[in-house]
């Protein structure tokens, strides 16, 4: 059956320094996102994605965030510049069709130092 | 601004008891629903969805749910469960109408413990 896969699992970085997670969506889906986890809390939505552009954002998702779907497979979330509060699971998701589910991936853990 | 509140954090049950894990949202318009499941060390993955239609739907695994729209309701049950239901469980929300992103807005997530 088609995953979504995500890569690193876990990533440490120091705060200040660029990271990029990197997500494979099923092959023929069309809508994809971001959402984050911070421990204990909430999966929050960060961004969605459609049509090679930006569809809707979070308050959450300011400058130093970015996306990227660079080559028809892979759709990457970028953080500038990191701070000690973007520790988190982040998850990729996507979808074929409007009304459809979500599949999502196993995350990211990403600590910030 | 929409929330989706799970009313139990930590859920710690005998096996072969019944579950009921409570779901209530605050989107006054139309709906769809889900709840999705994360066992330990795997990614989220659907139990069960709403769309339209009979209000009580079935999903995977022996798992129910019932929207209630008076009530703003999407409760989750199963009438027996098993050790292997040990997970975390989230509800999660999206506005019912086309050209809408589809963001879901989840829950803050109930941790199932199933006493062997």
């Known amino acids: 059956e088609p995953e979504v896969t995500q890569t690193p699992s876990h990533q440490v970085t120091q705060m200040g320094q660029e990271v990029i997670l990197r997500c494979v969506p099923i092959s023929n889906h069309l809508y994809f996102y971001w959402y984050r986890q911070i421990l204990g809390q909430k999966v929050e939505f960060l961004v969605s994605?459609?049509?090679?552009?930006?569809?809707?954002k979070s308050e959450i998702f300011d400058d130093q965030f970015s996306v990227e779907r660079p080559d028809g497979s892979n759709f990457t979330l970028k953080i500038r510049s990191t701070k000690l509060e973007d520790s988190a699971m982040y998850f990729c998701?996507?979808?074929?069709?409007?009304?459809?589910?979500?599949?999502f991936g196993p995350g990211t853990r990403l600590t910030v130092l | 601004a929409q929330s989706v509140s799970q009313h139990n954090h930590h859920v710690i049950l005998s096996e072969a008891a019944s579950l009921e894990l409570g779901c209530n949202y605050s989107y006054g318009g139309t709906v769809n629903l889900f709840w999705y499941v994360q066992y330990p060390g795997q990614h989220l993955q659907l139990l069960l969805k709403?769309?339209?239609?009979?209000?009580l739907v079935k999903g995977i695994k022996g798992f129910e749910a019932e929207f209630i729209k008076s009530k703003f309701s999407f409760n989750l049950r199963k009438p027996s469960v098993q050790w292997s239901d040990t997970a975390e469980y989230f509800c999660?929300?999206?506005?019912?109408?086309?050209?809408?992103?589809?963001?879901?807005?989840f829950g803050q997530g109930t941790t199932l413990q199933v006493k062997p």
């Open positions: 998701a996507s979808k074929t069709q409007d009304f459809y589910e979500q599949f």
């Open positions: 994605f459609y049509n090679n552009e930006i569809s809707e």
């Open positions: 999660a929300v999206r506005r019912g109408y086309s050209g809408n992103t589809g963001k879901l807005i």
């Open positions: 709403y769309f339209s239609g009979d209000p």
